[in-house]
């Protein structure tokens, strides 16, 4: 059974990034840190399992930055929301965990160039942490659902504490989908 901070609101079209399709019977929420090697682990995995159900799901990333093991995270995840504004989320995310090792300010630059965004827009919007308090807000929605690690997955709104390979989360996204059908 479950508890009311292992549940999360599910993914909401005007303030999630949802890849896939929103309202889909199958959701997927990772709170996930862009320098955590587990996350990045998991990002093929993710990418599995959203091409295996396609239409069927709608998939949410929050960001969980673990600034006191991971120095480079908010910032990265900062970087995303900057490429989000832009439209570029979702390239700016898989650059960042497959470049994981490359975290620092020239790299988030120079992949923000290579997504030809508006790099001094970018640039500045980095500098002036305009999009700290969004992450902030991921965070604390994290805390709140009772994350303390990363990744952290919830399935159709329910914390998601078996494996994390493609066959565990498909199966739990299938037997979810099912169950609100």
Known sequence: MSTPRSRVILPVPERDHIAG????PAALVE???FECPHCR???PVVEAVKEALGPRLQFAYRHFPLSQIHPHAARAAEAAEAAGAQGRFWEMHAML?????ALEDADLLRYADHLDLD???F???LAENVWEPRVREDFLSGVRAGVNGTP???VNGVRHDGAWDVESLLGALVAAARRSA
Do not use: K, L
């Open 119 to 121: 790099v001094a827009r």
């Open 21 to 24: 399709t929103p309202g889909a």
């Open 152 to 154: 952290t997955f919830f």
């Open 123 to 125: 640039a500045r919007e």
């Open 97 to 101: 965990f497959e470049n994981q090792h």
């Open 41 to 43: 682990a998991a990002y």
């Open 31 to 33: 709170y996930g840190d």
